[in-house]
T-cell receptor, first 117, second 111 residues
Framework: GAVVSQHPSRVICKSGTSVKIECRSLDFQATTMFWYRQFPKQSLMLMATSNEGSKATYEQGVEKDKFLINHASLTLSTLTVTSAHPEDSSFYIC?????????????FGEGSRLTVL | ELKVEQNPLFLSMQEGKNYTIYCNYSTTSDRLYWYRQDPGKSLESLFVLLSNGAVKQEGRLMASLDTKARLSTLHITAAVHDLSATYFCAVDQGGSEKLVFGKGTKLTVNP
């Protein structure tokens, strides 16, 4: 079946540094991917929609200069957390839908846990 | 604005018992998802419900969708400890594949 993979699964960084998280669709091409954020013991919140070949669409309240999204190919979207601070520590999860698939299933990556010291 | 409400948020039950988790949503949608999340892990897809009256079953879990009532249920039959996890329902915003999630139901099944 379709698989979405994220890397890294865990990352620890110092405050002020930038961190890049990759989301790959392994056996299908995804023109659109989605980035979610999950704080401990909370639900998932959509951050942005990543569009291949064009700018990402950000949800209200999400700083586009803080969370840079690049979707340079049909199988890869990246989320870069710039000048990370402890409040950016969270679990980041991407998702994608396989085009043409009639089941409506959305596939989620394994998630990337960011800890900012 | 689409809102999704789940209840209960916490559920502690004995093995062998039955229970239902409810998911209400505020605007019309024909696509509802149920996911399972284990601690520290990502989401595992359980069910995708695409139409009014849809019912799907997998093992001890059964999900249904009533789009007129804007209600989905996840029924647990004869619970076992391995079902302990957090369960999320999520609703697609107008076919956009952008999901709005409920707050989740943390299920604990006690031996």
């Amino acid at each position: 079946g379709a698989v979405v993979s994220q890397h890294p699964s865990r990352v620890i960084c110092k405050s002020g540094t930038s961190v890049k998280i990759e989301c790959r669709s392994l056996d299908f091409q995804a023109t659109t991917m989605f980035w979610y954020r999950q704080f401990p013991k909370q639900s998932l919140m959509l951050m942005a929609t990543s569009n291949e070949g064009s700018k990402a669409t950000y949800e209200q309240g999400v700083e586009k200069d803080k969370f840079l999204i690049n979707h340079a190919s049909l199988t890869l979207s990246t989320l870069t957390v710039t000048s990370a601070h402890p409040e950016d520590s969270s679990f980041y999860i991407c998702s994608a839908a396989q085009p043409g698939r009639t089941t409506g299933e959305l596939f989620f990556g394994e998630g990337s846990r960011l800890t900012v010291l | 604005e689409l809102k999704v409400e789940q209840n209960p948020l916490f559920l502690s039950m004995q093995e062998g018992k039955n229970y239902t988790i409810y998911c209400n949503y505020s605007t019309t949608s024909d696509r509802l998802y149920w996911y399972r999340q284990d601690p520290g892990k990502s989401l595992e897809s359980l069910f995708v419900l695409l139409s009014n009256g849809a019912v799907k079953q997998e093992g001890r879990l059964m999900a249904s969708l009533d789009t007129k009532a804007r209600l989905s249920t996840l029924h647990i039959t004869a619970a076992v400890h391995d079902l302990s996890a957090t369960y999320f329902c999520a609703v697609d915003q107008g076919g956009s594949e952008k999901l709005v999630f409920g707050k989740g139901t943390k299920l604990t099944v006690n031996p």
